[in-house]
């Protein structure tokens, strides 16, 4: 008799961190979950990608207790699990990550760690000194990093609040982490410390469920990831072995290609001059020209005084010496107000607080700001104000149930888009761009960077705010870095790489200060 072969016994997978399966949930028309379903393995990083309105959200806020889904199951580390409540998210393990900062500005880090904690205080009140070196002790002990003593959450960077928030969600032990786009308000540098601090956290075997439109961190974090489209998960891929062209094809159903169209407009006369402008203490004798025609790109790190000059431009903040000149005229822009009339149209970075009526409808926020183009001898012409919104909703694919849903049912990316389109609506003599793309979808990307070039076509300037050096370098005719204050570089974008870019912004090295001077003489 043959000697039995020693048998191999194989250990069962272990069931799946989380697995939602075949969830519905219906506001009103929309269908926003039409039979979705996520499973993540433990101690992965599962991203979730999607067009902006496919579902993303949605799925989150059922994972998070905020909508009760209409039919689909539930189980968390193969136990199903119902009824979930904000409430008992903690106490099931799951933490959410949020963009919007929720961190009360004047608390200390150790206030905003532990205060409203069980545990946190002690009886007599809050022992400053006690927080503190616990508050050091745990962000140690995730992030390996120290933030400055008796900082208060004002005085720190976006990076730093946001792992103040990252900290005190892991306080609570979770075994779920969920990040909701962490990036689209971080600089580029702010970003490599979170993917640092995110592999850390994998390390020490956290799951991590990662929402982002930048393709680019997706493939370079995540062990795999879900696409979802028209409220439907539609494939499950390995980034790493997916090409960007095919994680697109899967979100969008098509191809999309030439995300920057090239406009080739010769620039014309100067739209935009400024000349020695300072705005103390942000900014400090700047000068540049911009021209019709032309799409000029601004960038540099938080701190750089990129946010403070256009906020300048707006009438936001005053500025002290210099002159600005409007088509040919010295301009003295006092208010938002004033810089409307002389045709700048500004499109804010915090759209949601700024450039939204979110109660009103898509129609009536697309013409907002452009009243006179769709009237008539101060009679509203009702059918060019909708024939107007049409167009727009389909140029920027505004998905939402009709032109008349209110803003605030749309998904983020969508109120993004009409923020966008009732400025485009306008059709101003200059723009300023903040960030126009964040949060946005790639399918509308492109769509807004060709809008973008068709604006610069008609003879407009755009100055493009930006901390998305490809979008920059694809967009621009040229790029002014902005660094402590002051513009040090100012670079062609044919034949300048995101390297160059990217140096240039960390570093401040002056690689074209002659140009910057030729500029400003022009002025
Ligand atoms: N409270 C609501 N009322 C009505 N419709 C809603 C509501 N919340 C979401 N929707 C709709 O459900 C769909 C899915 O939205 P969701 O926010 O989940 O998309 P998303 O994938 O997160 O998009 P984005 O990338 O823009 O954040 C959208 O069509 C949206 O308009």
């Not at 075949?22 to 979950?33: C, E, H, K, S, Y």
């Not at 799925?59 to 207790?65: D, E, F, Q, W, Y």
């Not at 004047?106 to 503190?132: D, H, I, K, P």
């Not at 014309?268 to 900014?283: E, I, K, Y």
Request: glycine content about 10%.
């Amino acid at each position: 008799m043959a000697a039995a072969e020693p048998t191999t016994r194989t250990l069962p997978d272990p069931p799946p961190a989380l697995a939602m399966r075949d969830l519905i949930v219906t506001f009103g028309p929309t269908r926003a979950l039409d039979g979705a379903s996520l499973t993540v393995a433990p101690g992965t990083i599962h991203g979730l990608i999607g067009q902006n309105g496919a579902g993303k959200s949605t799925l989150i806020k059922v994972l998070a207790g905020l909508v009760t889904p209409e039919a689909g199951t539930i189980a968390l580390h193969g136990n199903p699990v119902a009824g979930i409540t904000p409430a008992r998210v903690e106490d099931l393990g799951i933490a959410f990550i949020h963009q919007e900062r929720l961190l009360v500005p004047t608390a200390t880090v150790g206030e905003a760690l532990f205060l409203g904690r069980e545990g946190a205080g002690s009886r007599f009140g809050c022992l400053l000194g006690g927080l503190q070196k616990r508050a050091e002790a745990a962000i140690g002990r995730f992030f390996g990093i120290r933030l400055p003593r008796n900082a208060l959450i004002r005085d720190l960077t976006i990076a730093q609040q946001q792992i103040v928030q990252i900290t005190r969600a892991l306080l609570a032990e979770p075994k779920i982490v969920v990040f909701d786009e962490p990036t689209a308000a971080l600089a580029k540098r702010e970003a490599e410390h979170l993917f640092a601090a995110i592999a850390r956290l994998k390390a020490q075997g956290l799951t991590t469920i990662y929402i982002s439109h930048y393709l680019a961190e997706i493939e370079r974090l995540c062990d795999a990831v879900t696409v979802m489209r028209n409220g439907r998960d539609v494939a499950e891929v390995d980034p790493r072995r997916t090409s960007t062209a095919a994680l697109t094809r899967l979100m969008v159903g098509r191809d999309v290609s030439d995300l920057f169209p090239r406009h080739r407009a010769e620039p014309g006369a100067p739209m935009l001059a400024l000349a020695g402008v300072s705005v103390p203490p942000a900014l400090r004798d700047m000068s540049f020209v911009l021209r019709r025609g032309e799409v000029l790109g601004l960038t540099g790190l938080l701190g750089s005084g990129a946010k403070e000059l256009v906020q300048a431009l707006f009438g936001l903040l005053p500025i002290k010496s210099g002159t600005v000149t409007v088509d040919g005229r010295v301009a003295h822009v006092a208010n938002p107000h004033d810089a409307v009339r002389r045709g700048l149209a500004l499109v804010p970075e915090n759209r949601r607080a700024h450039g939204l009526a979110l109660n009103l409808g898509i129609r009536e926020n697309l013409t907002l700001a452009s009243l006179d183009r769709v009237s008539r001898r101060g009679w509203l012409d009702r059918v060019r104000e909708r024939a107007q919104a049409l167009r727009l909703i389909g140029d920027l694919q505004i998905k939402a149930a009709g032109p008349e849903a209110p803003v605030r049912t749309l998904s983020g990316g969508n109120q993004q888009k009409v923020v966008l389109g009732k400025w485009l609506a306008r059709e101003a003599g200059l723009y300023i761009l903040d960030e126009p793309t964040i949060g946005v979808d790639i399918a509308a990307k492109a769509e807004i960077y060709r809008l973008i070039a068709g604006l610069a076509e008609g003879g407009a300037g755009i100055l493009l705010l930006s901390t998305d050096l490809d979008e920059l370098l694809g967009i621009c005719d040229r790029v002014l870095v902005l660094y402590r204050g002051a513009i040090v570089s100012e670079h062609p974008t044919a034949g300048t790489t995101a390297d160059s870019l990217l140096n240039a912004t960390l570093t401040g090295a002056g690689a074209c200060a002659r140009a910057c001077a030729e500029t400003s003489r022009a002025a």
